[in-house]
């Protein structure tokens, strides 16, 4: 029994001493300390021996079992100190290496022009409204005074979600949201991401932005609206920008026009930029329809008011002399970079 005993422990060193990985060292404490280890079953052999020899053998058993357990924590942290230093070798840092670069980013054309819109107009005391992007046929189309039969309601020139709900073409529903809830007067830009069912082309984009203002107050006229468009231009394009307006049609004002600015480049005696002409179109605008305001629950007889609608890229195509809008949605970095 004695030597069987002295076999289980020397078997038992030998194999933590060569155990070499912690997961090995637990297989080894199973097979000679766990419940069906051998050491175990030594023990229950017990009752071949002659009883007063029991309790040295015992201790002897017992002592084998401490030793073990101790040969075995000592080969436990050894393991692990190795684990860790081959760890740290692996993960050693080369300082030659060139560092990893972060480029700093810049801001969109897109997102320039609109700051510089937005900080006019709230410098006029507008407010800038956002509105749902998704919005129903009736604030997109209906109380804007265009009717079930009208040509801009074509499939052809708007994206359906379906009968009731479409991609907004215009953010003009936002301004009769604005018009529904909110107390007057109103002075509100409104600028915001529009639809189109367009073929993609320099100057033609399925998804681009557009900025509308609008003002509801008694005793608007269309002196307030020149007035304030031209403001608009001269902070947007210089000091000696002069404006001019043409008659127009849009079945939400009445009566409409078209403001055309004096070439910022050439000052209006014509140049490349303004095909010769001097002036440059730049947005769409008029008095607000009596039916737009009855629409929307305002009385025509007390209060009248003005809008206007100007695209985002345009200003942007114009003021960084950029020819082509889609060089604004590729995402070049090397284009985007100059700004
Ligand atoms: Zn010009």
């Not at 900080?119 to 209906?142: H, L, S, T, W």
């Amino acid at each position: 029994m004695k030597d069987r005993l002295e076999q289980i422990r020397q078997n038992a060193m030998a194999q933590i001493e060569a155990a070499g990985a912690l997961e090995k060292l637990n297989d080894i404490r199973v097979a000679f300390l766990g419940k069906k280890g051998e050491l175990t079953s030594i023990m229950k052999s017990m009752k071949e021996i002659a009883p007063e020899e029991r309790p040295a053998f015992g201790q002897m058993v017992n002592e084998t079992r401490s030793e073990i357990e101790k040969k075995m924590e000592e080969m436990k942290t050894e393991l692990a100190r190795k684990a860790r230093e081959a760890q740290l070798k692996a993960e050693v840092i080369d300082v030659t290496l060139p560092a990893k670069k972060s480029n700093v980013g810049h801001r969109h054309p897109n997102t320039i022009a609109l700051e510089e819109v937005e900080r006019i107009f709230v410098g006029m005391g507008y407010e800038v409204i956002e509105g749902p992007e998704v919005e129903k046929d009736y604030y997109n189309f209906e109380a804007l005074n265009i009717p079930d039969n009208h040509p801009a309601k074509d499939e052809q020139d708007t994206f359906y979600i379906n009968k009731e709900f479409v991609l907004r073409t215009q953010t003009s529903g936002t301004q009769v949201h604005t018009m529904e809830t909110q107390e007057l007067p109103i002075r509100m830009i409104a600028p915001g991401r529009v639809y189109r069912s367009d073929e993609v082309d320099a100057t033609h984009s399925p998804c681009f932005h557009q900025i509308e203002g609008l003002v509801i107050d008694k005793h608007i006229t269309f002196a307030d609206l020149k007035g304030t468009l031209a403001e608009f231009a001269r902070e947007l394009f210089g000091e000696e920008t002069k404006v001019k307006f043409r008659p127009h049609h849009f079945p939400f004002t009445e009566p409409s026009a078209e403001m055309d600015v004096t070439c910022f480049k050439c000052g209006g005696k014509g140049c490349r930029m303004c095909k010769g002409s001097g002036w440059i179109e730049i947005l769409g605008c008029g008095m607000v329809h009596p039916k737009v305001l009855t629409m929307s629950g305002i009385d025509p007889d007390e209060y009248s008011g003005f809008a206007f609608g100007v695209g985002l890229e345009r200003i942007a195509l114009l003021k960084y002399e950029i020819d082509d809008m889609r060089l604004l949605y590729e995402n070049d970095t090397r284009f985007l970079k100059q700004f």
